[in-house]
């Protein structure tokens, strides 16, 4: 790996640490601050689509400005948003999280544009691991931390260090990228096609756009782990602990082979492998048919994560490959904002479902993801039989 990803890495490992907010700021609204359910409910819910917009355009930003500057503007916002917390009266509190998600979305698809442009095609997919575990493990150690500097200090303490990180993570970032690595490209600046055509891009590239589509419907499954979930779990008389586990198993599967498998796989065709990944998640879905109990939730969870190790990586690796020079912040974009569409669909929709007829959420969910997965396996198929017909035919 060039030095720069793990420059990169350690300032994302370091961010993800002191970026807790997001977990307790529920507890938040309804503790010190006094709100409602229903009130903190539409704040987080604001938060969650600051969250998707940004990702959706932060590539937009960096195609346009530059991806090193587009990530150092963000973080600074958010840093200093993120601070001002505890001194904001609760109505701008509605305004503040979503402004905040929103720069953290931009810094998400700011960074992965960054790595695209910095990592050279064929080494991608070991990158965005690396990068991945990085944030992982941060996450792995900042929520208990966090909860010690909630009850041991103040909730207005997670907002300042989580601020503060954010704010380290700009300086970090200037640091180890040089300004000359992520330029943004020549046609952006001349006003060529890094200016427009998008859309024209894509339909060159069918198995992008099928990859999108495929990526939007197995989010959606994906976040059922973190809202109905739970709620099916408690309803059949397995309480906080059991899902608890589930979601340290799924930290710890991700933790131990995501790296490994990225190193493994490199040389497997792309779309086959994220197939693989996605008709691994339906199957994970699949396994709670079988009932809910401690076993049906561990097969659950192991394979939802083998799922993610597969997919994840490789997808966004493929989006920065397919990507043309002028447009690699924009594929970005799409990837990160479809890959995070769940937090603001899975929780209503799934909820709904759930609520209405428990019975057909995990068919569904399994069915989607299982169906996704085969659709992409097939685009590949055809990819792989189109590339032998050319070169039977020497053109």
Same mark, same amino acid.
């Given at each position: 790996m060039p030095r720069v990803v793990w420059l990169l890495a350690a300032g994302v490992f370091v961010n993800?640490?002191?970026?807790?907010?997001?977990?307790?700021?529920?507890?938040?609204?309804?503790?010190?601050?006094?709100?409602?359910?229903?009130?903190? +409910?539409?704040?987080?819910?604001?938060?969650?689509?600051?969250? !998707?917009?940004?990702?959706?355009?932060?590539?937009?930003?960096?195609? &346009?400005? $530059?991806?090193r500057r587009v990530l150092l503007t963000a973080s600074g916002l958010g840093g200093l948003?993120?601070?001002?917390? =505890?001194?904001?009266?609760?109505?701008?509190?509605?305004?503040?999280? =979503?402004?905040?998600? *929103?720069?953290?979305?931009?810094? &998400?698809?700011?960074?992965?544009?960054?790595?695209?442009?910095?990592?050279?095609?064929?080494?991608?997919?070991?990158?965005?691991?690396? !990068?991945?575990?990085?944030?992982?493990? $941060?996450?792995?150690?900042?929520?208990?931390?966090?909860?010690?500097?909630?009850?041991?200090?103040?909730?207005?303490?997670?907002?300042?260090c989580d601020?503060? +990180?954010?704010? +380290?993570?700009?300086?970090?970032t200037a640091r180890a990228v040089p300004a000359r690595g992520a330029a943004r490209s020549a046609a952006a600046r001349d006003g +060529?096609?890094?200016?427009?055509?998008?859309?024209?891009?894509? &339909?060159? &590239? =069918?198995? !992008?756009?099928?990859?999108?589509g495929a990526i939007l419907a197995v989010d959606f499954v994906y976040r059922q782990q973190y809202s109905a979930f739970p709620v099916f779990l408690a309803d059949h008389g397995l309480d906080a602990r059991v899902f608890g586990f589930a979601i340290a198993l799924n930290g710890a599967v991700v933790m131990l082979l995501e790296l490994p498998a990225a190193v493994a796989l490199r040389a497997r065709p792309p779309l086959r492998v994220i197939g693989a990944g996605l008709v691994l998640v339906g199957a994970g879905y699949a396994?709670?048919?079988?009932?809910?109990?401690?076993?049906?939730?561990?097969?659950?969870?192991?394979?939802?994560?083998?799922?993610?190790?597969? *997919?994840?990586?490789?997808?966004?690796? *493929?989006?920065?490959?397919?990507?043309?020079?002028?447009?690699i912040g924009r594929f970005q974009s799409l990837y990160a904002g479809v890959s995070v569409s769940g937090?603001?669909?899975?929780?209503?929709?799934? $909820?709904?479902l759930y609520a209405a007829a428990p019975g057909l959420l995990w068919p569904l969910c399994a069915l989607l993801a299982g169906g996704a997965g085969v659709a992409v396996l097939c685009a590949s198929a055809q990819i792989r039989v189109g590339r032998a017909a050319r070169a039977a035919t020497g053109t």
């Open positions: 993800a640490v002191v970026s807790f907010t997001f977990v307790f700021v529920f507890l938040y609204l309804t503790g010190p601050r006094g709100l409602a359910v229903t009130e903190a +409910g539409l704040v987080t819910g604001l938060g969650g689509i600051g969250m !998707v917009a940004g990702n959706f355009t932060g590539g937009w930003y960096g195609d &346009r400005f $530059g991806h948003v993120l601070m001002a917390f =505890p001194l904001l009266p609760t109505p701008l509190l509605f305004a503040a999280l =979503p402004l905040a998600q *929103y720069a953290a979305g931009v810094i &998400r698809a700011a960074n992965g544009a960054l790595v695209a442009v910095t990592v050279p095609e064929g080494s991608r997919r070991q990158a965005y691991a690396v !990068v991945r575990s990085a944030s992982n493990g $941060g996450f792995i150690i900042g929520p208990p931390l966090g909860a010690l500097v909630a009850t041991a200090v103040s909730y207005d303490w997670l907002f300042v601020g503060i +990180g954010t704010l +380290g993570f700009a300086l970090w +060529g096609p890094g200016r427009g055509g998008l859309w024209s891009e894509l &339909r060159a &590239r =069918p198995a !992008v756009l099928l990859l999108l396994a709670l048919l079988l009932g809910a109990s401690v076993a049906s939730t561990a097969a659950m969870m192991l394979l939802v994560s083998l799922g993610e190790i597969l *997919y994840k990586t490789t997808a966004t690796a *493929y989006m920065a490959d397919q990507a043309p020079e002028h447009a937090v603001v669909l899975a929780p209503p929709l799934g $909820g709904a």
